[in-house]
DNA sequence: TAAATAGTGTCTCTTAGACAATATTAT
DNA sequence: ATAATATTGTCTAAGAGACACTATTTA
């Protein structure tokens, strides 16, 4: 339709808020487990929200979800990756916000104790467990994350991140179970890992309650070729 | 003090305009061409750009992306995914853009001849000849887009959406090895695709210079099943 | 019959997956 | 020795890839 001063709608010409909202995903008590933040007014009061916030006007979308992660967790040295745009209207009752979706993949050991020590409530729900009532269509992003992660598992190294820098194989193994939702076999599980020649063994050995095990540690050369053919081919 | 959608001062940003920017890719004259559009004003004055256009107060990105189609070439079925959204400050010199690029992917026969009508000259380019000088960084996401579809091209059908609805095993060959960039072996395609049980053949034939090509259809009701897994596993 | 194209079959090597066997520690 | 855990090996079926062969049309 021709656009008259009789039905131009300033509206339409708004411009959007954009946000960079980051999921940070960690394993925790043998859990992957998500870091959320409890909203304390409207909308969503008292909801469970995944952090955020706008995107000023000299960073990049990716450096606005980095400054997110360093504030939420005092993570630098962090794998993240852009997940997904979410823009529908009325995802925000308040205004139209349109949120570029990041998933953040960091070890535990490397989370600073200052987490969440803003204003805000902050805290880790396992992604099996989530709480009820998630804030905007953040339940919609948590699936997409864990999806995402998922498949990025097969065929990045991606897993690495999990882990602290030296680790079991059955460890790795363990990470892995979790992430997937199955068990994997033992056997099967470290001949792929061997043919993908992705990890080293540091020659030092961790005590269990049976036979030690190996510690490794992720060959960082590994990461050329890792990026051309799927991890575990 | 943590900035969240709580204590937003709107004052205290400007919010950025967004668009959202179509690949359109179709095979044409054996080849996979993307449609662009000629600029006629600063900035990138004459340079190729993708189509897109800002996303209005109460649509979806993805129905701003379905409008630019529609727009551009009359299309309305087709397959359409979210690529990855561009934001990089300085992007445009004008203003912050936030662009949510798409992918578009359609077969030739469906294209309205109206395409372009508007003032802006449109015209088809060779995915692998590209014009020498692209607009913004509309070259990157060309590179995004090709990436995506070759990956996408493996696991999902995809593919069948280049194609008319009735197509040789030859033809479908052919698409492929276009957009890989690769030749594949006959019969190894053909026995991926048979394992796929993905196309049915609709018992007519298509003349060639040898012996005629049977005619396939794609299964509809093999949508379902190729979501779960690799389409070529 | 020859050329051109479509379609099928075969062989080998690799990999996935299920499962079993062995190794090394603590109690 | 037994329990617990780590580590390695074996068997089978399926798939990938290279390549050769057969089939059906036109000229």
Redesign the pocket.
């Known amino acids: 339709m021709l656009e008259t001063a009789e039905n131009y709608d300033a509206s339409k010409y708004e411009r959007p808020s954009v946000t960079a909202d980051v999921v940070i995903l960690t394993l925790r008590e043998q859990d992957l487990q998500v870091l959320l933040i409890k909203r304390a007014r409207w909308p969503y009061d008292g909801s469970w929200a995944i952090p955020g916030g706008f995107v000023e006007k000299d960073e990049s979308l990716r450096q606005a979800a980095l400054r997110e992660l360093r504030e939420e967790t005092g993570v630098t040295d962090v794998y993240l990756e852009q997940l997904y745009t979410f823009g529908d209207p009325g995802r925000d009752p308040r205004t139209r916000v349109i949120t570029v979706a990041y998933l953040a993949v960091t070890s535990a050991d490397q989370i600073d104790p200052r987490a969440g020590s803003d204003a805000a409530e902050a805290r880790w729900w396992s992604m099996y467990a989530l709480p009820p009532s998630l804030a905007f269509d953040h339940d919609q992003i948590l699936d997409y994350a864990l999806t995402r992660l998922r498949y990025k598992l097969e065929y990045t190294a991606v897993g690495f991140q999990l882990l602290p820098k030296e680790f079991?194989?059955?460890?790795l193994q363990a990470a892995y179970e979790i992430i997937l939702g199955e068990m994997l076999?033992?056997?099967?599980f470290?001949?792929?890992l061997a043919?993908a020649n992705v990890v080293e063994p540091t020659g030092q050995?961790r005590?269990?309650?049976?036979?030690?095990?190996?510690l490794y540690r992720y060959r960082q050369d590994a990461v050329a070729e890792t990026r051309a053919r799927r991890l575990?081919?």
Chains 1, 2 share one sequence.
Do not use: I, M, S, W
Request: no cysteine.
């Open positions: 079991t194989l059955p460890e076999d033992k056997g099967n470290r001949k792929k043919r050995y005590q269990t309650a049976g036979r030690p095990a190996e575990f081919p």
